[in-house]
C-alpha cells in the first residue's frame, strides 16, 4: 500500500472517529475531489480503495442526512459528480442509486454506467415513481429493464420511455404502453411514431386515437412511418385493416454510403444533400459514418421526437449549423421546425463540445452493442 494510499485511510479513520458532520462532509468531498482528478489512471485495486473508503463517509454522512440539509446536499453533490465518470467506484455508485432521496440517486440512475440491468430492475420493482422516471430518461435500455419498469403502471414513466428512442420496449412492454394511450394523447403520440412499435399494436392505437391525435401523429411522423401511418389510418376509417409496410431496409444505403467513401465523395456536403432531400435512410448511413457511429445507434435518434440526442451525433461529426438543422427537419415527412424549437435546438448545439459529444456517442454505442 503506497503512503498516498495509507494518508487518504487516516484521514477517512479520523473523520469517522471524530464524529463531526462537518469533518465527514469535507472528507468526503476532498476524497471524491481527489478520485476524479486521475479517475482514469487507477487500476482496479486503487479504484477499490476508493469505493471502500468513499462507502464508508457516505454511510455516515446519511445517517445525518436525515435531519441535516447539507448532507443531503454534499451526497447530491457527489452522485451529479460520480455519475459520468465510467470508472466509478461501483459499491458508492450502488450505494447512492439506492438513497431514497432522489436528489441523491437521481443523477447516478439517468446516467451511471457502473448500474447493471439486475440492478435498474431492483430498483425498478422497489422504489417510487422519481427513481422509475430517473431510469427511464438513461439514453439505453434493455427490454427487461423496461419491462420492469412499465409493470408499476405509472403513465409519467410510460410517456419518458416512449419519447426514450434508446428504450428497447417488448411486446408485452408497448401493449400496456398503448393500453394506457388511448387516454392519454400525449403517449399516443410519442408512442405512436417509434419505428420499433408493432403494427398490430399501431393499428390498436390509431382505432381508439380522436381525428386530433391522428392528424398529430402524421405531422410529426418521421419519413420511414409517414406512409404507414396514413395507410394505418385510412384504413381504420373504413373499418379496413390491411398489412403495412415493415421497418425499412437500411441495407441499400449502407452501400450507397459505403460507394461514396470509396470515391471519396463522403462528406458534409453529401449529408447537407441527402438532408434536404428528405432521403431518410441515406441521412441516417451518413452521419453515422460521419459521426464514427452505426445506423443501429443513429436510427432511433433519428426517430425521437426529441433533438438532443441527434444533437450529439451531428457534434460528434463536426457539422456545421447549415447541415445540422437540416439533419433535424428531415425527420419529418413534410414541413419545418418552430422557429422557437430550431432556435433552442441551435443554442444547445452550440454549448457542446465535439470531445463530449465523441464520448457520449461511445458510451452510447456501447450500451447498444
Given at each position: 500500500m503506497s503512503k498516498a494510499q495509507q494518508s487518504i485511510i487516516d484521514e477517512v479513520e479520523s473523520a469517522i472517529r471524530a464524529g463531526s458532520p462537518e469533518k465527514g462532509?469535507?472528507?468526503?468531498?476532498?476524497?471524491?475531489?481527489?478520485?476524479l482528478s486521475s479517475a482514469g489512471s487507477f487500476d482496479d485495486e486503487q479504484i477499490a480503495l476508493f469505493d471502500d473508503v468513499l462507502e464508508r463517509?457516505?454511510?455516515?454522512?446519511?445517517?445525518?442526512?436525515?435531519?441535516?440539509m447539507g448532507a443531503r446536499i454534499a451526497l447530491a453533490e457527489i452522485s451529479a459528480q460520480l455519475a459520468p465518470v465510467a470508472q466509478a467506484p461501483p459499491s458508492v455508485i450502488r450505494r447512492l442509486a439506492s438513497n431514497d432521496e432522489i436528489r441523491i440517486a437521481g443523477p447516478v440512475l439517468q446516467e451511471s454506467a457502473r448500474l447493471d440491468d439486475g440492478e435498474l430492475v431492483r430498483i425498478a420493482s422497489s422504489k417510487g415513481e422519481p427513481h422509475l422516471l430517473a431510469i427511464a430518461g438513461r439514453w439505453w435500455l434493455k427490454e427487461i429493464v423496461t419491462d420492469a419498469l412499465?409493470?408499476?403502471?405509472?403513465?409519467?414513466?410510460?410517456?419518458?420511455?416512449?419519447?426514450?428512442?434508446?428504450?428497447?420496449?417488448?411486446?408485452?412492454?408497448?401493449?400496456?404502453?398503448?393500453?394506457?394511450?388511448?387516454?392519454?394523447?400525449?403517449?399516443?403520440?410519442?408512442?405512436?411514431?417509434?419505428?420499433?412499435?408493432?403494427?398490430?399494436?399501431?393499428?390498436?392505437?390509431?382505432?381508439?386515437?380522436?381525428?386530433?391525435?391522428?392528424?398529430?401523429?402524421?405531422?410529426?411522423?418521421?419519413?420511414?412511418?409517414?406512409?404507414?401511418?396514413?395507410?394505418?389510418?385510412?384504413?381504420?376509417?373504413?373499418?379496413?385493416?390491411?398489412?403495412?409496410?415493415?421497418?425499412?431496409?437500411?441495407?441499400?444505403?449502407?452501400?450507397a454510403i459505403a460507394g461514396l467513401k470509396a470515391t471519396g465523395q463522403l462528406d458534409e456536403a453529401a449529408l447537407?444533400?441527402?438532408?434536404?432531400?428528405?432521403?431518410?435512410?441515406?441521412?441516417?448511413?451518413?452521419?453515422?459514418?460521419?459521426?464514427?457511429?452505426?445506423?443501429?445507434?443513429?436510427?432511433?435518434?433519428?426517430?425521437?421526437?426529441?433533438?438532443?440526442?441527434?444533437?450529439?451525433?451531428c457534434k460528434a461529426a463536426q457539422l456545421s449549423w447549415?447541415?445540422?438543422?437540416?439533419?433535424?427537419?428531415?425527420?419529418?415527412?413534410?414541413?419545418?421546425?418552430?422557429?422557437?424549437?430550431?432556435?433552442?435546438?441551435q443554442n444547445h448545439f452550440a454549448g457542446m463540445t465535439t470531445e463530449d459529444a465523441r464520448r457520449t456517442l461511445r458510451f452510447w454505442q456501447v450500451r447498444a452493442s
Open positions: 462532509l469535507e472528507t468526503a468531498r476532498r476524497v471524491t475531489d481527489l478520485f463517509l457516505i454511510g455516515t454522512i446519511e445517517l445525518r442526512a436525515i435531519a441535516d412499465l409493470a408499476r403502471r405509472y403513465p409519467s414513466v410510460s410517456r419518458r420511455l416512449a419519447a426514450n428512442p434508446g428504450a428497447r420496449v417488448s411486446g408485452g412492454g408497448f401493449a400496456v404502453i398503448v393500453g394506457q394511450a388511448e387516454n392519454d394523447p400525449e403517449l399516443a403520440v410519442s408512442v405512436g411514431v417509434r419505428v420499433d412499435l408493432p403494427s398490430d399494436l399501431r393499428r390498436r392505437l390509431l382505432r381508439s386515437a380522436t381525428d386530433a391525435v391522428r392528424a398529430r401523429l402524421l405531422s410529426r411522423a418521421p419519413p420511414h412511418l409517414f406512409e404507414e401511418i396514413r395507410s394505418a389510418i385510412a384504413a381504420v376509417t373504413i373499418g379496413v385493416e390491411r398489412e403495412m409496410s415493415g421497418v425499412r431496409d437500411f441495407e441499400g444505403a449502407k452501400r447537407l444533400g441527402f438532408a434536404r432531400q428528405r432521403r431518410y435512410e441515406e441521412t441516417v448511413a451518413t452521419l453515422a459514418a460521419l459521426s464514427g457511429s452505426t445506423v443501429d445507434v443513429v436510427r432511433p435518434l433519428m426517430q425521437s421526437v426529441r433533438e438532443d440526442g441527434l444533437l450529439v451525433s447549415e447541415t445540422t438543422g437540416a439533419v433535424l427537419e428531415s425527420r419529418f415527412a413534410t414541413g419545418a421546425m418552430k422557429p422557437a424549437d430550431l432556435a433552442r435546438a
